[in-house]
């Protein structure tokens, strides 16, 4: 069975709204979660780590203010994409660690299709 | 600067041909991972690789890591339309959780 669950799976908006994508772990409590974008035909690009009870960290060129994280709990991160304009339309994923220690790997939801017109 | 290197990054062949995508780096991983992702859907993983030199397979997959631990490799036998997809190898280095993806291998296997 799924050990992501990740959601909605599609959104599209008019520019200048504000979307919020869920991420759960199912299998796993995720002290840490990852959030990626990915564009077509592109591999992943890692956009910041989501670490629960604290501040997420988010990698060079990736506007924190743009992209809002929270991980509140052991099982739900979020993304929110403030402001989107059409230029933020892509494929988010987010990913679970599997258990503890760096070898494990990461489990992946099924992604967000962001369309913003 | 991409820290794993895949190549090819876009292969086209017939059903029942065989293939092999690889992966380079100059730096050594703690692990390194094999994903398959379908147009729409997050990746699913294949393999974990984790000692040098090992070598895992399944089903008509077969999967090596280097005995450095810097390089790894994925072979498909006879290849079959349903192994269509985007690969992507992924490496995770010491007690940082963070993966450090190749930009994915797109195959297309017709039949």
């Known amino acids: 069975g799924a050990v992501v669950s990740q959601h909605p799976s599609r959104v599209i908006c008019k520019s200048g709204t504000s979307v919020k994508i869920e991420c759960r772990s199912l299998?796993?409590?995720?002290?840490?979660m990852f959030w990626y974008r990915q564009f077509p035909k592109q591999s992943l690009m890692l956009m910041a780590t989501s670490n629960e009870g604290s501040k997420a960290t988010y990698e060079q060129g990736v506007e924190k203010d743009k992209f809002l994280i929270n991980h509140a709990s052991l099982t739900l991160s979020t993304l929110t994409v403030t402001s989107a304009h059409p230029e933020d339309s892509s494929f988010y994923i987010c990913?679970?660690?599997?258990?503890?220690?760096?070898?494990?790997?990461?489990?992946f939801g099924d992604g967000t299709r962001l369309s913003i017109l | 600067t991409q820290l794993l290197e895949q190549s090819p990054q876009f292969l086209s062949i017939q059903e029942g041909e065989n293939l092999t995508v690889y992966c380079n780096s100059s730096s050594v991983f703690s692990s390194l991972q094999w994903y398959r992702q379908e147009p729409g859907e997050g990746p699913v993983l294949l393999v974990t690789v984790v000692t040098g030199g090992e070598v895992k397979k399944l089903k008509r997959l077969t999967f090596q890591f280097g005995d450095a631990r810097k390089d790894s490799s994925l072979h498909i036998t006879a290849a079959q339309t349903g192994d269509t997809g985007l690969y992507l190898c992924?490496?995770?280095?010491?007690?940082?959780?963070?993966?450090?993806f190749g930009k994915g291998t797109l195959l297309t296997v017709n039949p």
């Open positions: 299998d796993f409590q995720a002290t840490t």
């Open positions: 990913s679970v660690q599997g258990g503890t220690g760096s070898n494990q790997p990461q489990h």
């Open positions: 992924a490496g995770a280095r010491g007690s940082n959780y963070k993966l450090t």
